[in-house]
């Protein structure tokens, strides 16, 4: 059973549409992370947040933004989609002290 | 600059035989080392990790190895099933800072 929901699991959007990827835990984890992956490349880290009012711009440049404004939540927007934006997005949580992360199913984000 | 290199990206194995899955990675101040599978559609799942002042670990089927001095780290299946296809990230941490991932390598295991 997933502790880590994304929503939605697939969204085709047009360009310049503003989109908000939803990231919701029940794990109580002050770290989340949302990272991007495109088919065969590494997984990287675009955004980060260790708790409530605390957000970091991650390793990979990105064009979107996050919010943490409740523990559990952790949104990503993006204001004006364009195609470059088509990739895989996906959220993580970790509790700080195993090092592992708990991630959710992913969104799959296509921008025509 | 890739700091974490999987230079295989698939591996085809026979039902029942062994996979080895390999990893290399440049900072030798990664202490924490951790593998993920991931099926298509669906994010990633821990499987098994070692920490730095370990050699191997071993989990059932799995057993992850650690080569300090040559900066490697191989992920061993035995003996492999075909439920095991996936794609296999290899992930690095220092001091428990964010999870560095490498490309992942394509496992298909034939029946």
């Known amino acids: 059973e997933a502790d880590i929901y994304q929503t939605p699991r697939y969204l085709v959007i047009g360009t310049g549409k503003k989109i908000t990827l939803e990231c919701s835990q029940t794990?109580?984890?002050?770290?989340m992370y949302w990272y991007q992956q495109d088919p065969g490349m590494e997984l990287h880290l675009i955004h980060y947040s260790y708790g409530v009012n605390s957000t970091e711009k991650g390793d990979l440049s990105s064009e979107s933004t996050v919010s943490r404004i409740r523990t559990e939540h952790f949104p990503l927007t993006l204001e004006s989609a364009r195609p470059s934006h088509t990739s895989q997005y996906l959220c993580?949580?970790?509790?700080?002290?195993?090092?592992?992360?708990?991630f959710g199913s992913g969104t799959r984000l296509t921008v025509v | 600059d890739q700091q974490v290199k999987q230079n295989s990206p698939s591996l085809s194995v026979q039902e029942g035989r062994i996979s080895i899955l390999n990893c290399d990675y440049t900072n030798s101040m990664f202490d924490y080392f951790l593998w993920y599978k991931k099926y298509p559609a669906e994010g990633p799942t821990f499987l098994i990790s070692?920490?730095?002042?370990?050699d191997k670990n071993e989990d059932g089927r799995f057993t992850v190895f650690l080569n300090k001095s040559a900066k490697h780290l191989s992920l061993h299946i035995v003996p492999s099933q075909p439920g095991d296809s996936a794609v296999y990230f290899c992930?690095?941490?220092?001091?428990?800072?964010?999870?560095?991932f490498g490309a992942g390598t394509i496992l298909r295991v034939k029946s």
């Open positions: 070692i920490s730095s002042i370990k």
């Open positions: 992930a690095v941490s220092e001091y428990g800072n964010k999870l560095v």
């Open positions: 794990m109580g984890h002050d770290k």
């Open positions: 993580a949580s970790s509790d700080g002290v195993n090092y592992g992360y708990t």
